[in-house]
């Protein structure tokens, strides 16, 4: 075995390729992360509970399947985080709220099933904004995560503990969820690799539901291949869950392994147009063009695309989740599981109810079921509810006129770096502005990935850049963003790291 190896520095598929060249075992690889998380968690608190037993024992299984030749997939042995609405035999899952404190589900959720059967220790469940309600993981009801680039700062959200796993070195996979950006904005402002796949490509089979016609488990990663390899593991027909697409995957690591050749020619990229301007940070936008700059030198050709309803993405977004949410949300109703809050002797089930929900709901999950109710009541529903399900469909429409043009489009993945914890707590609408790239393909259920495109130059914080492809192409996003990480990875010599967590 190697001496003196920090594994925790390296890539899934190195991990792979030590093990499988005998080089480490995945018992020492996962106490490597162990130790990480017990050295830097307290500053970072990116998980929400840590199974040193459990992940311990899988390893050890793998290894004796290793040594036995009985492998179960390519990963088998790499430790893995998993994000907390994500439900899991046998360990808690709270979504990052009081009203599930201590839940301990019975059944795994299919792609944490297949993380088992793929042999992936679980190391445990990382932190996130409460029922996946934000954009910062300063709503759960655990405490901030914070930004390993700098500690003051937000880690992007609602997975934003997933995320800033991974770039803390503390975990080399993890799983994340995206309602509306919460893979790929916390990828973006943590300088991670965040896909979110096609809707129903991946099993939405026991996630906790936030917006069913929006939500979609995905990868987080430090490198594109790695979230090609974990997609294929967690993807594909699931028949337990009725929005799942019954056909294979595309060959995503094929995909990824050639565009890390660098060569993208006869690929027609599309720049769009509404999201860029005023609002944008300039060294965001910068990163960007020297991004896109880069794919013209791998061959691609680049062209302007305008999707004109982008513009009311996020006042479509922000009627139809808060609807899907508040009629998700109302089971948990103190009666079967979860929280359950007694305000005085012999109150009435509705008493039980109401004071249950207001101890067990925090102000942002409040303030969105509040929004839901009133666009869904009476008098109400077709001017609000009714009208966004419109526009979502024009926003759709944009994307298939958009398609036909090009291959993938293309925008910085979020507007800004990582802002200051606390900076935009009281202003709702400006925290929701975050979301204003990822948005679109949530409401038209296409795929889209960001990788980083360096640090910005006003405060030496990572940068995004996002690929969106038509339905069922996750593997164009791979290609592309495999060929723009190998592009700036030769500029930078390597990827990006943050400074070391004191």
Same mark, same amino acid.
């Given at each position: 075995?190697?001496?003196?190896?920090?594994?925790?520095?390296?890539?899934?598929?190195?991990?792979?390729?030590?093990?499988?060249?005998?080089?480490?075992?995945?018992?020492?690889?996962?106490?490597?992360?162990?130790?990480?998380?017990?050295?830097?968690?307290?500053?970072?608190?990116?998980?929400?509970?840590?199974?040193?037993?459990?992940?311990?024992?899988?390893?050890?299984?793998?290894?004796?399947?290793?040594?036995?030749?009985?492998?179960?997939?390519?990963?088998?042995?790499?430790?893995?985080?998993?994000?907390?609405?994500?439900?899991?035999?046998?360990?808690?899952?709270?979504?990052?709220?009081?009203?599930?404190?201590?839940?301990?589900?019975?059944?795994?959720?299919?792609?944490? $099933?297949?993380?088992?059967?793929?042999?992936?220790?679980?190391?445990?469940?990382?932190?996130?904004?409460?029922?996946?309600?934000?954009?910062?993981?300063?709503?759960?009801?655990?405490?901030?995560?914070?930004?390993? /680039?700098?500690?003051?700062?937000?880690?992007?959200?609602?997975?934003?503990? &997933?995320?800033?796993?991974?770039?803390?070195?503390?975990?080399?996979?993890?799983?994340?969820?995206?309602?509306?950006? &919460?893979?790929?904005?916390?990828? #973006?402002?943590?300088?991670?690799?965040?896909?979110?796949?096609?809707?129903?490509?991946?099993?939405?089979?026991?996630?906790?539901?936030?917006?069913?016609?929006?939500?979609?488990?995905?990868?987080?990663?430090?490198?594109?291949?790695?979230?090609?390899?974990?997609?294929?593991?967690?993807?594909?027909?699931?028949?337990?869950?009725?929005?799942?697409?019954?056909?294979?995957?595309?060959?995503?690591?094929?995909? #990824?392994?050639?565009?890390?050749?660098?060569?993208?020619?006869?690929?027609?990229?599309?720049?769009?147009?509404?999201?860029?301007?005023?609002? /944008?940070?300039?060294?965001?936008?910068?990163?960007?063009?020297?991004?896109?700059?880069?794919?013209?030198?791998?061959?691609?050709?680049?062209?302007?695309?305008?999707?004109?309803?982008?513009?009311?993405?996020?006042?479509?977004?922000?009627?139809?989740?808060?609807?899907?949410?508040?009629?998700?949300?109302?089971?948990?109703?103190?009666?079967?599981?979860?929280?359950?809050? /007694?305000?005085?002797?012999?109150?009435?089930?509705?008493?039980?109810? $109401?004071?249950?929900?207001?101890?067990?709901?925090?102000?942002?999950?409040?303030?969105?079921?509040?929004?839901?109710?009133?666009?869904?009541?009476?008098?109400?529903?077709?001017?609000?509810?009714?009208?966004?399900?419109?526009?979502?469909?024009?926003?759709?429409?944009?994307?298939?006129?958009?398609?036909?043009?090009?291959?993938?489009?293309?925008?910085?993945?979020?507007?800004?770096?990582?802002?200051?914890?606390?900076?935009?707590?009281?202003?709702?609408?400006?925290?929701?502005?975050?979301?204003?790239?990822?948005?679109?393909?949530?409401?038209?259920?296409?795929?889209?990935?960001?990788?980083?495109?360096?640090?910005?130059?006003?405060?030496?914080?990572?940068?995004?850049?996002?690929?969106?492809?038509?339905?069922?192409?996750?593997?164009?996003?791979?290609?592309?963003?495999?060929?723009?990480?190998?592009?700036?990875?030769?500029?930078?010599?390597?990827?990006?790291?943050?400074?070391?967590?004191?």
């Amino acid at each position: 075995m190697a001496e003196n190896t920090d594994w925790t520095r390296k890539t899934a598929a190195e991990l792979a390729d030590a093990l499988a060249a005998g080089e480490t075992t995945s018992v020492e690889i996962t106490q490597a992360h162990l130790d990480r998380i017990a050295a830097v968690d307290g500053a970072v608190h990116a998980f929400l509970h840590v199974d040193a037993e459990g992940a311990l024992a899988q390893a050890a299984e793998s290894d004796a399947r290793r040594a036995a030749g009985t492998l179960l997939s390519g990963l088998d042995g790499v430790p893995i985080a998993v994000k907390d609405v994500l439900a899991t035999d046998g360990l808690p899952t709270t979504c990052g709220s009081k009203i599930l404190e201590g839940w301990i589900p019975p059944y795994d959720a299919t792609v944490v $099933r297949r993380l088992k059967e793929a042999g992936l220790p679980i190391l445990g469940k990382t932190n996130m904004d409460e029922f996946a309600m934000g954009s910062s993981t300063e709503h759960s009801a655990y405490g901030a995560t914070h930004n390993p /680039w700098d500690l003051d700062r937000i880690p992007g959200g609602s997975g934003g503990g &997933s995320a800033a796993a991974v770039a803390a070195f503390e975990a080399p996979l993890a799983l994340g969820t995206d309602t509306g950006g &919460s893979i790929r904005q916390p990828g #973006a402002v943590t300088g991670t690799v965040g896909h979110k796949p096609t809707y129903g490509g991946v099993s939405r089979y026991g996630l906790v539901a936030l917006a069913n016609s929006l939500d979609q488990v995905g990868p987080v990663t430090r490198t594109v291949l790695d979230s090609a390899l974990l997609h294929e593991i967690i993807g594909g027909h699931d028949p337990k869950d009725s929005t799942s697409i019954d056909q294979p995957l595309p060959a995503l690591v094929e995909a #990824a392994r050639q565009g890390a050749t660098g060569d993208l020619t006869g690929l027609k990229v599309g720049v769009i147009t509404e999201l860029s301007g005023d609002g /944008w940070q300039p060294g965001v936008m910068a990163r960007f063009q020297e991004s896109v700059d880069l794919l013209v030198k791998a061959g691609a050709e680049v062209v302007e695309v305008s999707c004109p309803t982008f513009v009311h993405a996020l006042a479509t977004y922000y009627l139809i989740l808060p609807a899907e949410a508040s009629s998700n949300l109302a089971k948990f109703d103190a009666m079967r599981y979860g929280l359950r809050v /007694w305000p005085h002797e012999g109150a009435s089930a509705e008493e039980v109810m $109401r004071a249950s929900r207001d101890a067990g709901f925090g102000d942002e999950v409040k303030r969105r079921i509040i929004l839901g109710t009133y666009a869904l009541s009476s008098g109400y529903y077709d001017a609000y509810y009714g009208q966004a399900q419109k526009v979502r469909t024009l926003i759709s429409r944009d994307f298939e006129a958009a398609f036909e043009k090009v291959d993938v489009l293309v925008s910085p993945t979020a507007p800004t770096t990582a802002f200051k914890l606390g900076e935009k707590l009281d202003d709702p609408i400006a925290m929701y502005l975050n979301d204003l790239a990822t948005i679109p393909a949530n409401l038209a259920g296409v795929p889209g990935i960001s990788v980083p495109s360096g640090l910005a130059d006003e405060d030496g914080l990572p940068a995004g850049f996002q690929v969106l492809a038509p339905a069922l192409a996750d593997d164009r996003c791979y290609r592309v963003a495999a060929a723009l990480e190998s592009a700036l990875h030769a500029q930078w010599g390597g990827p990006l790291v943050p400074k070391e967590i004191a």
